[in-house]
């Protein structure tokens, strides 16, 4: 059995400021027992504008973001997930939004690059087009590490279950999600989708969330929570910044998916989408 916490912040346009939060939370969390942390999509910036992210690319294991990163993930001897921050992209007018994985020692050992992006219209007043800017990533990412096979998402990928199902077939246990869920559609699905990927996959969910008003005039829904395989709130936190945590009992698991063998009983195969 470990400890897990999800962290919730309301980020804005000012990277330091953003960190010297994000670094007051990661505290927070270790001072609770902490052992894996979960920082919310945009962590480090929710700018104005996604061209504030192009112009803030950092590259693969250089920039103030990920040396932030790193540096919380040794000194406090944690695995650190980064929500997601601007990395470079093929398409030098555009950046990856990257979830990178850090180890106790502020090694980064893994990397997602979100792959669903946010084309929406959540109202006549309110659209998104992350496809504009970002370029998306093509690779599930599941990764061993001490507490686990640890699965990577990214937010609007909530709403994709074949994405999850891969990393089922992948041995995933424990699904970490940075997000920052929009204020309309998370009051209307952020519960639901959470839970449902945890029982799906009989699997723990990790959904850290941005949670309240940002200086660019967007809401955030915030409701960060921690799901266990049976799709049971052990903690969740409302609006505002803070921290929440919850132990994750991988014995219980185990238990849990050889009486209920859901994964074994499936019987749809996999098909090529019909155009």
Same mark, same amino acid.
């Given at each position: 059995m470990y400890r897990v916490a999800a962290i919730q912040m309301a980020s804005g346009p000012n990277?330091?400021?953003? =960190?010297?939060?994000?670094?007051?939370?990661i505290n927070e969390a270790v001072n609770m027992g902490a052992e894996l942390v979960i920082l919310p999509e945009n962590f480090a910036l929710m700018g104005m504008h996604l061209t504030d992210n192009v112009n803030n690319c950092e590259k693969q294991g250089k920039g103030p973001i990920q040396d932030f990163l790193s540096q919380q993930a040794a000194e406090f001897g944690i695995w650190l997930v980064g929500g997601t921050l601007p990395l470079v992209a093929n398409d030098p007018l555009k950046y990856r939004a990257t979830c990178l994985l850090f180890d106790n020692t502020g090694e980064c050992v893994a990397?997602?690059?979100?792959?669903?992006?946010?084309?929406?219209? &959540?109202?006549?007043?309110?659209?998104?087009?992350?496809?504009?800017?970002?370029?998306?990533?093509?690779?599930?990412?599941?990764?061993?590490?001490?507490?686990?096979?640890?699965?990577?998402?990214?937010?609007?990928?909530?709403?994709?279950?074949?994405?999850?199902?891969?990393? =089922?077939?992948?041995?995933?246990? &424990?699904?970490?999600?940075?997000?920052a869920f929009t204020s309309p559609t998370g009051k209307a699905h952020w519960d639901i989708l959470v839970r449902a990927r945890a029982v799906e996959n009989l699997a723990y969910v990790i959904a850290a969330n941005q949670g309240g008003y940002h200086i660019n005039g967007r809401e955030t829904h915030g409701h960060s929570m921690i799901i266990d395989p049976?799709?049971?709130?052990?903690?969740? =936190?409302?609006?505002?910044?803070?921290?929440?945590?919850?132990?994750?009992?991988?014995?219980?698991?185990?238990?849990?998916?050889?009486?209920?063998?859901?994964?074994?009983?499936?019987?749809?195969p996999c098909q090529q989408p019909i155009h």
């Open positions: 990277i330091t400021a953003n =960190l010297r939060e994000a670094g007051r939370l990397r997602y690059d979100k792959m669903h992006l946010f084309d929406v219209s &959540v109202s006549p007043t309110e659209q998104y087009c992350e496809s504009d800017l970002i370029e998306a990533g093509n690779k599930v990412v599941v990764v061993d590490t001490p507490y686990g096979r640890l699965g990577l998402a990214v937010c609007y990928d909530l709403r994709f279950p074949e994405l999850f199902r891969c990393m =089922l077939n992948q041995g995933v246990d &424990v699904i970490t999600c940075p997000s049976w799709g049971v709130m052990l903690r969740r =936190l409302n609006r505002g910044a803070g921290v929440v945590c919850a132990d994750v009992d991988l014995e219980k698991q185990d238990r849990l998916r050889g009486n209920f063998p859901t994964h074994e009983h499936r019987r749809i």
